[in-house]
C-alpha cells in the first residue's frame, strides 16, 4: 500500500504536468525577460484560456486513462484508440511529427506504430516525452515494466532511439519520485540503460550550464536537459521548488510547455499534489473536459490499482 506521502506524490504526477503546461502554454516560442512575471496567463500562439493545458496533457490524459481501465498496467490498443479520438476532436495545437503520425487515423497500436516508422527525417520531437508521466503511475510496483511500457507507448508516434531512452528514463525517474520522494530516479535510470555514456554528459551539462547550451528544445534530448537544469538548479530545501522550478523553465523560452509539463511531472511526484498552489490548481482545465481535481482523483485510482505487487527498487 501507499502511504499517504506517496498517495499525495502520485497525485502530484498529473497535476504537476498540467501545471507546467498551462503555464507555460502563455509564452510557447518566446523568451521572457529577467524582469518579467509568470504566471498562468493563457494565451500564446494558440490562444488557450488561462490554465487551459495544452496536447501535452491532452495526451498523458489518454494514457491515464488507458491505464484506468478494469485491468492492470495499460494496453497499448487502448492508448492508440485514444490518441486517434482525441485528434478526432480537433485539438487547437498538434505536434508536427504526432499529427503525421495521427492523420491516417490509424486502426490499432501496430498501426500507430508503423505509421511512425514510415516518418523519415527528424524523428526525434519531445512529443513523446511531453506525455510520459502517467507510465510510472501505472507501474509503480515494477521497474522493468515501466521502463519497457514507456518506451513502447512513445514509439507509437516517435520511433527514435533517443525519443524512446528519453520517455524510459524520465518515467521511471518519476516512479521512483512517487516511492521514495526524491531525484535520485534519473541517474538511476540513466545508469540501467544501454545509454548512460550518452546521457550522463548530458544530464551533467543540465546541471552545470544555461539553456543556451541547450537551446533546440522541440528535440528530446534538449527538452529533457532543460527540464532537468530547472529542476537541478532551483532551490530544493522545500515544496516551493515546483512552482519556482516550474517558472525557471519557462523562463527558459522556447517549447515552454512542453519543457515545463515535462519537469511538472517530475516535480509534482517529487513534492506532491500539495506543492502545486491553489491558485493554478482551480485554473487547471482540460481535454477531455477535466479539471485539477479530476487530475488528482485518476491519478489516485490509477496508482493505488496498479500497485498490486510489492514496489520494486
Known amino acids: 500500500m501507499l ?31 529577467t524582469d518579467q512575471a509568470i504566471d498562468m496567463i493563457g494565451g500564446g500562439p494558440f490562444r488557450f484560456a488561462p490554465g487551459q493545458w495544452t496536447d501535452d496533457t491532452s495526451m498523458a490524459m489518454v494514457i491515464a486513462l488507458a491505464a484506468d481501465k478494469d485491468h492492470p498496467g495499460i494496453t497499448l490498443d487502448d492508448v492508440a484508440a485514444g490518441f486517434v479520438a482525441w485528434w478526432d476532436s480537433v485539438p ?23 505509421q ?8 526525434g520531437g519531445n512529443g513523446s516525452l511531453m506525455r510520459t508521466a502517467p507510465v510510472a503511475l ?7 515494466a515501466c521502463a519497457r ?8 508516434t516517435h520511433h527514435d532511439k533517443q525519443a524512446i531512452e528519453a520517455c524510459q528514463i524520465w518515467s521511471c525517474a518519476i516512479r521512483h519520485a512517487v516511492l521514495h520522494g526524491s ?4 541517474r538511476e535510470a540513466v545508469a540501467v540503460s544501454e545509454s548512460a555514456e550518452y546521457w550522463n554528459p548530458l544530464l551533467d551539462q543540465a546541471e552545470t550550464g544555461v539553456p543556451q547550451d541547450f537551446p533546440k528544445n522541440g528535440w528530446v534530448v534538449h527538452a529533457l536537459q532543460t527540464a532537468w537544469w530547472a529542476i537541478s538548479t532551483t532551490d530544493q530545501s522545500d515544496q516551493t521548488h515546483l ?8 523562463r527558459a523560452g522556447g517549447d515552454t510547455d512542453t519543457t515545463a509539463a515535462i519537469a511538472g511531472g517530475l516535480l509534482g511526484a517529487r513534492w506532491g499534489a500539495a506543492a502545486v498552489p491553489t491558485a493554478w490548481r482551480e485554473k ?30
Do not use: W
Open 3 to 33: 502511504d499517504d506521502q506517496q498517495l499525495d506524490r502520485a497525485a502530484g504526477v498529473l497535476l504537476g504536468t498540467a501545471a507546467g503546461d498551462a503555464l507555460g502554454a502563455g509564452y510557447e516560442f518566446t523568451y521572457p525577460e
Open 92 to 114: 487547437p495545437d498538434v505536434g508536427a511529427q504526432t499529427a503525421r503520425v495521427l492523420s491516417p487515423r490509424p486502426g490499432s497500436a501496430r498501426a500507430m506504430h508503423l
Open 116 to 123: 511512425a516508422m514510415t516518418i523519415e527525417g527528424l524523428t
Open 138 to 144: 501505472a507501474y509503480l510496483g515494477d521497474a522493468a
Open 149 to 156: 511500457t514507456a518506451g513502447t507507448i512513445g514509439a507509437l
Open 183 to 186: 531525484f535520485d530516479g534519473v
Open 243 to 250: 512552482p519556482r522550478a516550474l517558472e525557471r523553465c519557462v
Open 284 to 313: 487547471l482545465h482540460g481535454y477531455p473536459g477535466s479539471t485539477g481535481e479530476d487530475l488528482v482523483q485518476l491519478a489516485t485510482r490509477i496508482a493505488t490499482k496498479n500497485l498490486s505487487a510489492t514496489a520494486s527498487g
